[in-house]
């Protein structure tokens, strides 16, 4: 299996899903699902909150961010899916994150959370065949396709998770 087609995906997203090896997304999805899900179990409680610089996320509001992410690409695969005709919206990830309270999240909800809204997001894929993994439909302005977003979603995670170990973690 291989990338999905990068022509049918805005450019911004090209860097994300060369993230990820080629592989069957169902596969990648799960794979991630365990790996990260022991990822965070192994964040250390006093690096939770730690900023690598003045301005940028805690590793909690990255945690958020991911999860906020995720919620809002699934929904757009769901609906272009669907048959949505309407175009999607964008989103601003600075004014989710900014909303978002994740300094007063406990950690173990933040886990528990991403373990449920990545079953949800591999249970909806899951659940497309063929056909509706290759709709396309129109999300922040420009075309996108079902796969690509399952591809956008796992990269997505696959960017943030090495700014963690690289940036925050060491």
């Not at 990648?28 to 250390?44: D, E, R, T, Y």
């Not at 886990?111 to 509706?132: G, H, P």
């Amino acid at each position: 299996m291989t990338h999905p087609d990068l022509t049918r995906i805005p450019e911004w997203y090209h860097g994300y899903i060369r993230q990820v090896e080629p592989a069957d997304l169902k596969e990648v999805l799960k794979k991630q699902h365990i790996s990260f899900a022991g990822f965070l179990k192994n964040i250390p409680p006093e690096k939770r909150d730690y900023r690598y610089a003045e301005g940028k996320w805690s590793i909690r509001e990255v945690i958020q961010h991911i999860l906020d992410a995720e919620r809002v690409f699934a929904y757009r695969a769901l609906c272009i899916a669907r048959g949505e005709k309407q175009p999607l919206p964008s989103f601003d990830e600075n004014d989710y994150a900014a909303q978002s309270d994740a300094s007063d999240r406990s950690w173990e909800s933040l886990e528990e959370e991403f373990k449920a809204v990545r079953l949800s997001t591999e249970i909806l894929f899951n659940s497309f065949n063929e056909e509706k993994l290759e709709k396309t439909g129109i999300a922040s302005g420009w075309p996108v396709y079902v796969r690509g977003i399952g591809f956008i979603i796992a990269g997505h995670l696959q960017h943030h998770w090495t700014i963690l170990k690289e940036k925050y973690l060491g």
